[in-house]
C-alpha cells in the first residue's frame, strides 16, 4: 500500500482524519484510507449527509465525488437512521485494533462494506474480513461492492450468531447492551473486540438511536480480559429478537451517570464478581481491577 501511488484528495482525506482521530505514526492505516474509494461505496449522487450537530439529512449540492472525502456521515436507509459513519471515529478504532497482516476479522454490521475494505487492506492478501449485515439490501450491496476482494466474504445475519470460528478482531458497528457470548467465547486468544456499550433512546425523536453509548474495547490476554473505554459514541441501535434480562437498561444507565469509565481495566466473564465494578451481572461485568 504506497501513499503516494493514490490521488491527492484521497491522500489529503486520510492525513486530516487521521489527525482528527488522534493517531499517529500509522503508515498502513494512512495507505488503507487513501486507497478505497469512498464513492464506490456509498453510491451515485445525489448524496445525503447527516449533521451530527442535530440539523438532520441534507442533500449535497455537488456530484463531485470530492465532497465524500471530509469527516462527514453518508446517509445509506435514511428512513432507519443508517449512516456510513464518522471516518474519524472509525480510524481512531482502527488503531486501537492493530490490526496486523494476517489476522482475521469479523465486522458486525459491515452495512455497504467501505469500513469493510479499509481493513481488508489492512490484513493483506494472507488475512481474512468476514462482513455480517443483517439488513438484506445492505448485504447485497456489500457483496457487489467487495466483489474484487478475495480476502473478504459477506454474509447477511444476524450478528448474534458470528463469528463461527476464532477471530483475531471483532468490529461492531451497532450499539447493545452487553457482550454477545459468541464475541467472547470466539476471540482468538490476544484477539480484540470493539461494539458500542449503551442503552436505546427513549426520546421519541430518538427511536432506534442509542441514550447513553461508548465503544468498549476488550482484550483477550494471557488470563482473563483486559477492558476500557475508548471515547463516548452515539450509535444506531442493534436490532436483535434477544429478551432484555429485567433491570439491565436502568443499571447501565445508573452507571453511565456516575462515570468512572475511565477507570474500567477488565471484563469479568462468567464468574463471579470480587472487586469493585463499574457494571456488573451475573456471568459479566466490567471491574476496575486489572485482569
Known amino acids: 500500500m504506497n501513499l503516494e501511488d493514490q490521488p491527492a484528495h484521497r491522500r489529503n482525506y486520510a492525513l486530516q482524519l487521521l489527525a482528527k482521530a488522534g493517531v499517529d505514526d500509522n503508515a498502513r492505516l494512512l495507505a488503507a484510507f487513501a486507497r478505497v474509494p469512498r464513492e464506490d461505496y456509498v453510491g451515485p449522487p445525489p448524496w445525503i449527509f447527516d449533521d451530527i450537530f442535530g440539523s438532520g439529512y441534507r442533500p449535497v449540492a455537488s456530484t463531485d465525488p470530492i465532497v465524500l472525502y471530509q469527516d462527514v456521515l453518508v446517509?445509506?436507509?435514511?428512513?432507519?437512521?443508517i449512516n456510513n459513519g464518522s471516518p474519524s471515529l472509525h480510524a481512531a478504532a482502527f488503531d486501537a485494533f492493530k490490526i496486523r497482516e494476517g489476522e482475521t476479522v469479523v465486522h458486525m454490521g459491515a452495512g455497504v462494506g467501505y469500513y469493510t475494505a479499509i481493513m481488508a487492506e489492512l490484513v493483506g492478501p494472507s488475512g481474512r474480513v468476514i462482513g455480517v449485515e443483517y439488513d438484506a439490501s445492505l448485504a447485497q450491496r456489500a457483496t457487489a461492492n467487495l466483489a474484487s476482494y478475495a480476502n473478504v466474504e459477506v454474509v447477511q445475519g444476524d450478528a448474534f450468531d458470528w463469528p463461527r470460528e476464532e477471530a483475531d478482531v471483532i468490529y461492531a458497528n451497532f450499539a447493545l447492551d452487553h457482550p454477545p457470548e459468541a464475541w467472547i467465547e470466539k476471540l482468538?486468544?490476544?484477539?480484540?473486540?470493539i461494539f458500542p456499550l449503551g442503552i436505546p433512546a427513549i426520546e421519541k425523536s430518538r427511536i432506534g438511536f442509542t441514550r447513553h453509548a461508548a465503544y468498549l474495547m476488550i482484550d483477550?490476554?494471557?488470563e482473563g480480559f483486559g477492558a476500557r473505554f475508548l471515547q463516548i459514541v452515539s450509535f444506531i441501535w442493534?436490532?436483535?429478537?434477544r429478551p432484555v434480562p429485567e433491570g439491565r437498561h436502568a443499571g447501565l444507565e445508573a452507571a453511565f451517570r456516575a462515570r468512572g469509565l475511565r477507570r474500567v481495566r477488565s471484563l469479568r466473564w462468567k464468574t463471579e464478581a470480587?472487586?469493585?465494578?463499574?457494571y456488573g451481572e451475573k456471568d459479566w461485568g466490567l471491574s476496575f481491577d486489572e485482569s
Not at 446517509?75 to 437512521?81: A, I, R, V
Not at 442493534?238 to 429478537?241: I, L, M, P, Q, Y
Not at 470480587?274 to 463499574?278: L, V
Request: neutral net charge.
Open 75 to 81: 446517509g445509506l436507509k435514511t428512513e432507519k437512521g
Open 188 to 193: 482468538a486468544p490476544y484477539g480484540r473486540l
Open 220 to 222: 483477550r490476554q494471557a
Open 238 to 241: 442493534g436490532e436483535s429478537t
Open 274 to 278: 470480587t472487586g469493585e465494578e463499574w
